[in-house]
């Protein structure tokens, strides 16, 4: 049993929301023992429980009353990946957590930078008892959960474009493998996809300072992709981010094939209706 932590020092970011192109400041500070990851917003409190979740469809969205936060899946992931049970989390100009460079690394670089504080009070943890699925079958996705003896993913993807292809990647949690193997990897879209997405008044942050953009040729960012497997890299992440929403760690294995925010989703509120008691 290992005991709960927050972040020794605070951690401030400035940035665009992706869907809303608004310019926020966000703060993370320390937190007592039992806080969990509360955000404060313009229009009130939201803490990251997979019980506030509202919606999945192009971002992670959670709301209480009338306070919500959006595209909070890259900044929870990485502080489940740093350790960080507790946390205050302000955001200050809109609800929408900056999407930075697309990934995780600046919010992972500065929890590392600060490093952690140990409390007394023990950390609540479950290890899987059974198998749990979630599934499409029509578009056959699905999304595994079973027991193992700590964190590990199991991660496939399969895409018809040239410069994505079949990919499959293996990730444990361990000291300092998200900050090494997962912060780096950004979002990503389509060209076309983000035209219609624009129209309906998404991703006015969008672009290849925030994203990878895939057109029919390939990459369009300048450099291309920062690792042959970004895309799963990334998929992993946004996994480790609603797993972030669970009232507990949890050791378990998960084998995920083309899933994403739907499945996440589904999969933490069983989890949770299961062992949040």
């Known amino acids: 049993m290992s005991f709960q932590t927050t972040l020794k020092a605070e951690c401030c970011f400035t940035g665009i929301g992706l869907h809303n192109g608004v310019k926020t400041e966000l703060r ?6 039992g ?3 509360l955000f404060l917003t313009p229009k009130g409190k939201v803490k990251a429980s ?7 469809n192009f971002a992670l969205t959670l709301r209480s009353g009338k306070a919500s936060v959006s595209t909070c899946e890259h900044l929870l992931a990485a502080l489940y990946g740093a350790g960080v049970d507790n946390a205050i989390c302000k955001l200050t100009g809109s609800e929408e957590v900056p999407i930075m460079d697309g990934s995780a690394r600046e919010f992972s670089k500065a929890l590392k930078k600060s490093g952690l504080i140990y409390y007394s009070k023990k950390q609540k943890e479950i290890t899987l008892r059974e198998d749990i699925l979630e599934a499409e079958p029509e578009n056959g996705k699905f999304l595994k ?3 193992a003896g700590q964190l590990e993913i199991r991660y496939y993807v399969a895409y018809s474009h040239p410069a994505i292809g079949a990919k499959y ?3 444990k949690l361990q000291k300092g493998s998200f900050h090494k193997e997962l912060s780096g990897a950004r979002t990503f879209g389509w060209a076309e996809q983000a035209k219609k997405q624009k129209k309906q008044g998404l991703i006015k942050g969008g672009g290849t300072l925030s994203a990878i953009v895939f057109d029919y040729r390939g990459v369009v960012n300048k450099g291309g992709l920062r690792y042959k497997d970004e895309i799963i890299r990334h998929k ?5 981010g609603a797993l972030a929403l669970l009232p507990f760690k949890i050791k378990g294995r998960f084998t995920a094939f083309k899933s994403g925010h739907t499945l996440d989703i589904k999969m933490i509120k069983k989890i949770g209706g299961i062992y949040d008691r």
């Open 28 to 33: 993370v500070t320390p937190a007592a023992a």
């Open 35 to 37: 806080t969990g990851i």
């Open 145 to 147: 959960a079973e027991k």
């Open 169 to 171: 990647r293996e990730f």
């Open 236 to 240: 992993i992440m946004d996994l480790l």
């Open 50 to 56: 997979y019980k506030n979740v509202r919606d999945g």
